[in-house]
Nanobody
Framework: QVQLIETGGGLVQPGASLRLSCAASGRTFNRDTMAWFRQASGKEREFVAATFRSYGRTYYGDSMKGRFTISRDTSKNSVYLQMNDLKPEDTAVYYC???????????????????WGRGTQVTVSS
C-alpha cells in the first residue's frame, strides 16, 4: 500500500523555522516528482515547492522563494521542506504529493498528482 506521511508541523512565532518531512512507503519514489502544497482555511490548495522527477531541479511558489527549500533523500524515500522566516500567511495544512509521470507544465497543478498524504498543520502566530 502506497503511503505518504507528513510530520513536523506545529505552532511557531513569526520569523521562526520549521522542517517538514514526508516519508513515502509502498514503493520507491526516487523517480517521482515530489511536491508540497498547502491549503489555508477557506482557500484553494496552493503550490509550495516541487522537485521534478529524478532530475534534481526544484521549483517554488512565488511567495516561498528565498524562504523555503525542498530536498529529497532517496536513501530514505523521503522529501523535506525547510521553511524559514515564517509569516502568519504561511498558516495552512501542508500536504506532500507525488506522481511518477507528471509533466513539467503540470507541476503546479494539484489535480495532476496521484498520491497524497493527509497533511500536517502549520500555524504561525504570535
Amino acid at each position: 500500500q502506497v503511503q505518504l506521511i507528513e510530520t513536523g508541523g506545529g505552532l511557531v512565532q513569526p520569523g521562526a523555522s520549521l522542517r517538514l518531512s514526508c516519508a513515502a512507503s509502498g514503493r520507491t519514489f526516487n523517480r517521482d516528482t515530489m511536491a508540497w502544497f498547502r491549503q489555508a482555511s477557506g482557500k484553494e490548495r496552493e503550490f509550495v515547492a516541487a522537485t521534478f522527477r529524478s532530475y534534481g531541479r526544484t521549483y517554488y511558489g512565488d511567495s516561498m522563494k528565498g524562504r523555503f527549500t525542498i530536498s529529497r533523500d532517496t536513501s530514505k524515500n523521503s522529501v523535506y521542506l525547510q521553511m524559514n522566516d515564517l509569516k502568519p500567511e504561511d498558516t495552512a495544512v501542508y500536504y506532500c504529493a507525488a506522481d511518477p509521470s507528471l509533466i513539467l507544465s503540470d507541476l503546479r497543478r494539484h489535480q495532476a498528482y496521484d498520491y497524497w498524504g493527509r497533511g500536517t498543520q502549520v500555524t504561525v502566530s504570535s
